[in-house]
């Protein structure tokens, strides 16, 4: 008797969630930017986003600036890992074009990382969406979105980045490209 105690002790631990392994519950909130820093931002034709992270990470993730390609896959740019603990943090992300290149750079904790990719044509046209809701991470989330065209007549048809699950939501049109800060977990 004292044995089908226990198991049945056992059974509804197990079935009530408390000996599954422990969840990702790390969430996600958009913040404005500083009076100084929307100046700045304009005054060298840049994007800045914030975001506050909280929350707890069981399992390693990356942060990675991602250019989408045409044939639904994805480059990493570059990438920064984020180690399992508990998170009360700020992420801020700084995006920019100009005639040769597009920068990046994000600062999270005490990590920075920054790249330019060098760019055939000047855009002239672009748009920038960055996540405006708060969320609890996922397996893909972007955070920001930037999209460039060469073409003065196209059109830049933008997504919401809450229908973004990987590159094969992208579409990505013969004069654009489109880059994005993704957060997803580190593949094992």
């Known amino acids: 008797m004292k044995k089908f105690g226990i198991a049945c002790l056992f059974a509804t631990l197990l079935l009530s969630g408390c000996l599954s392994p422990e969840n990702d519950r790390l969430t996600v909130t958009p913040l404005g930017i500083k009076a100084g820093e929307e100046a700045f931002a304009e005054i060298n034709d840049q994007d800045i986003a914030a975001f506050h992270l909280e929350g707890k990470l069981s399992k390693a993730y990356f942060l990675k600036w991602v250019e989408f390609l045409p ?10 890992e984020i180690s399992p603990d508990d998170y009360d943090t700020t992420l801020r992300i700084t995006q920019s074009s100009t005639a040769k290149y597009i920068r990046f750079g994000a600062s999270f904790e005490d990590g920075i990382m920054s790249a330019k990719e060098a760019l055939k044509q000047k855009p002239v046209a672009l748009s ?5 809701d708060t969320f609890t991470i996922s397996d893909y ?5 930037r999209r460039l065209s060469t073409n003065i007549d196209s059109e830049i048809k933008t997504s919401s980045s809450i229908d973004i699950h990987g590159p094969q939501d992208i579409d990505v049109k013969k004069d654009e490209r489109v880059f994005a800060l993704v957060l997803s977990p580190l593949e094992s």
């Open 71 to 80: 044939n639904h896959k994805e480059r990493t740019l570059f990438s920064m």
């Open 128 to 132: 920038m969406q960055a996540q405006g």
């Open 141 to 145: 989330d972007v955070l920001t979105l």
